[in-house]
Structure formats: structure tokens, C-alpha cells
């Protein structure tokens, strides 16, 4: 079992920036995939950005230039820098963890609100 817990969310001005943090109750060398994920109000959860335990990225094309997902294996968490934030970045963001074993394991933290206005 494994379990996050977000942190860092807030209000900020349009161009404005913010961190994410997503702590990991266990050793991430465990796990095989990390990534934020967004959900505005009405809408679905879409993909941000992931990272795998081999430090490959992949972003979402809404989000590239702007954010970077970050990982510190020694801290055993994840971050997600936010920068040049636009309203429609509004939404609740949550950290994703995923281990891929005999079957596809997928974890999830309670989220995080962001909001972007002026």
C-alpha cells in the first residue's frame, strides 16, 4: 500500500507561480510511475505531467514551457513547479503514484486545490 499526500496548494494571481509537493509513504524505488493530475469542476482528471523511476518526463501540451515535475527519491516525494499559471490551470490537482507488478497498481493523494485569478 501506498500513500501520498499533497501539499502546496493555493491562490495565485494569473503569472504567478506555485509548488506542488506530494509526499510518499514509502521508498519510491518501489514504484514505477509518478505523476500530477488535474481535475476542474464539471470536467474530467486529465494527465498534467508524469515522471518514471528512470527520470524520463512527459508532460501534457497545456502544461509544457510552464510546469516541471521533479522527483527526490532521498525525501521520498515528488514536486510539481508551476509557473506563468493561467486560469484555466483552476482546478484540483492530485499526486498519482504507480506500481506495476503481476497487475497495474494505482494510487491516488486526496488533492490539492489551485486557484488562478486575479
Known amino acids: 500500500q501506498v500513500h501520498l499526500m499533497e501539499s502546496g496548494g493555493g491562490l495565485v494571481q494569473p503569472g504567478g507561480s506555485l509548488r506542488l509537493s506530494c509526499a510518499v509513504s514509502r521508498g519510491m524505488f518501489s514504484i514505477n510511475a509518478m505523476g500530477w493530475y488535474r481535475q476542474a469542476p464539471g470536467k474530467q482528471r486529465d494527465l498534467v505531467a508524469t515522471?518514471?523511476?528512470?527520470?524520463?518526463?512527459n508532460y501534457a501540451d497545456s502544461v509544457k514551457g510552464r510546469f516541471t515535475i521533479s522527483r527526490d527519491n532521498a525525501k521520498n516525494t515528488v514536486y510539481l513547479q508551476m509557473n506563468s499559471l493561467k486560469p484555466e490551470d483552476t482546478a484540483v490537482y492530485y499526486c498519482?503514484?504507480?506500481?506495476?507488478?503481476?497487475?497495474?497498481?494505482?494510487?491516488w493523494g486526496q488533492g490539492t486545490q489551485v486557484t488562478v485569478s486575479s
Open positions: 515522471i518514471t523511476s528512470g527520470g524520463n518526463t
Open positions: 498519482n503514484a504507480q506500481q506495476v507488478r503481476a497487475s497495474v497498481y494505482n494510487y
